[in-house]
């Protein structure tokens, strides 16, 4: 299982604040087969919170304006590997390095 959280602080402009936003990804691996066989599935964006708001200002003039984004930005990817051919050495050959060949 792999899992990660992503942040992003508020950013302050000269008339404008960019308010913080936020998201978790995870993804799930399983492998079957004597590990020949790898199917595996990923979420970006977990909950729906990577949404983005923008605050303008202007203190010379009345002006005031708030907008709200939401990113389409969960994705869900899926995945299937195969390992053809050999993958594991012998046990002489496991414990053997590059320059200790017969």
């Known amino acids: 299982m792999n ?44 909950f729906d919170w990577n949404r983005s708001a923008t605050v303008n200002t202007n203190p010379y003039y009345s002006y005031s304006d708030s907008t709200r984004v939401s ?5 869900v990817r899926f995945g299937l590997s195969f390992k053809f051919g050999k993958m594991e050495l012998e046990g002489s050959q496991a414990g053997q390095g590059q320059g200790e060949r017969r």
């Open 3 to 46: 899992a990660a959280a992503n942040y992003q602080s508020q950013n302050v402009f000269l008339f404008t604040t960019v308010r913080p936003s936020y998201s978790i990804d995870l993804g799930l691996r399983a492998e079957f087969w004597k590990r020949r066989i790898a199917v595996w599935v990923n979420v970006d964006d977990l």
């Open 71 to 75: 990113y389409w930005a969960r994705t």
